[in-house]
T-cell receptor, first 112, second 117 residues
Framework: LAKTTQPISMDSYEGQEVNITCSHN???????ITWYQQFPSQGPRFIIQ???TKVTNEVASLFIPADRKSSTLSLPRVSLSDTAVYYCLVVTYWGSARQLTFGSGTQLTVLP | DGGITQSPKYLFRKEGQNVTLSCEQN?????MYWYRQDPGQGLRLIYY???????QKGDIAEGYSVSREKKESFPLTVTSAQKNPTAFYLC????????????????FGSGTRLTVV
């Protein structure tokens, strides 16, 4: 399973755009990049997934360069409720049930 | 509404006791998983099951046991052999082979916090 590296923590202010970068140097051809959000004492929640270029949904955008060795989760105009841990995962798509490997994630703290 | 339900939310165990954590899903997902989370750390895989009556050990299976007699249910037993069972336990489920157009999202339950007293 491809290993990911992301910052341990980040601070931001309400209304700002937050970008969290994740590196995954040994990503394989069939791997997808997936991001989850976790609030204290809750299970992680799927945010977004992508393979290459840019993916956008109602919550976030995911930017993936051509070499796919890194990715950036972009949260537009964050609010206090976006304070959470964000996990970057690389998931192999083809095959049997996938095992998600969670690192320590990035603790995002949004300040007023 | 479809979802995944874990119970109880809080559980206290005495030394030497076995306890069973419940996980039920009505999402028609094929695969189910158990993770353990310790404070300030990521999730570690305990066991997973791809189909009924089949399951595999994850990274930290020692001291735990599971069963998968029904597609909807994947209970986890924390045995007395688990030396440090105090943790937050999360159950998840997913489709086994989703179509290419569908994101490989896992759905997580809200967790069970187990404390040894």
């Amino acid at each position: 399973l491809a290993k990911t590296t992301q910052p341990i923590s980040m601070d931001s202010y309400e209304g700002q755009e937050v970008n969290i970068t994740c590196s995954h140097n040994n990503i394989a051809t069939n791997d997808y990049i997936t991001w989850y959000q976790q609030f204290p004492s809750q299970g992680p929640r799927f945010i977004i997934q992508g393979y290459k270029t840019k993916v956008t949904n109602e919550v976030a955008s995911l930017f993936i360069p051509a070499d796919r060795k890194s990715s950036t989760l972009s949260l537009p105009r964050v609010s206090l409720s976006d304070t959470a841990v964000y996990y970057c995962l690389v998931v192999t798509y083809w095959g049997s049930a996938r095992q998600l490997t969670f690192g320590s994630g990035t603790q995002l703290t949004v300040l007023p | 509404d479809g979802g995944i339900t874990q119970s109880p939310k809080y559980l206290f165990r005495k030394e030497g006791q076995n306890v069973t954590l419940s996980c039920e899903q009505n999402l028609n997902h094929d695969a189910m998983y158990w993770y353990r989370q310790d404070p300030g750390q990521g999730l570690r895989l305990i066991y997973y099951s791809q189909i009924v009556n089949d399951f595999q050990k994850g990274d930290i299976a020692e001291g735990y046991s599971v069963s998968r007699e029904k597609k909807e249910s994947f209970p986890l037993t924390v045995t007395s052999a688990q030396k440090n069972p105090t943790a937050f336990y999360l159950c998840a489920s997913s489709f086994r082979d989703p179509p290419p157009s569908q994101a490989i999202g896992y759905t997580f339950g809200s967790g069970t916090r187990l404390t040894v007293v």
